[in-house]
């Protein structure tokens, strides 16, 4: 059996993460529970996510992210991006005025070196009343 190349360990979906002067992130709008929209189609300002990884490998890499929609078609493709062989290694991943057009669960996959693709998570998006808590 292959030894793993990475450890998952967390995924985060929001509208923005932004990294300060002294290296700390700040998470925007996470979204918990799912995205909840008043009407679909919905253009959204921006979508974020943050995907946290140990990694199991001294040498450099490259990674893949995707987004698939409930329908199978693509809502963020990042392809082939260069992954510095740290020990604990954040991907940051967003998209400008992303348009969810489709109610359902989407699904997010990630594939690491020569590994194959993995489902890493996903997250719903429903219409309805947005209300606060």
């Not at 985060?12 to 909840?36: M, N, P």
């Not at 969810?100 to 590994?115: H, S, T």
């Amino acid at each position: 059996m292959a030894k793993a190349l990475y450890k998952l360990l967390s995924v985060i979906v929001c509208d923005d993460v932004r990294t300060e002067v002294t290296k700390k992130e700040i998470l925007i709008g996470v979204y918990s529970d799912g995205i909840v929209v008043p009407k679909l189609p919905a253009i959204l300002t921006s979508l974020f996510f943050r995907v946290h990884l140990a990694l199991q490998m001294q040498e450099q890499a490259t990674f893949s992210f995707q987004v698939l929609k409930p329908s199978g078609q693509s809502l963020l493709d990042t392809g082939e991006q260069k992954l510095e062989p740290r020990k604990n290694v954040v991907l940051a991943m967003g998209l400008q005025g992303p348009n969810l057009d489709e109610a359902g669960k989407y699904q997010m996959f990630l594939r690491v070196g020569n590994g194959r693709r993995q489902m890493i998570g996903g997250f719903n998006v429903t219409e309805g009343p947005v209300t606060s808590p």
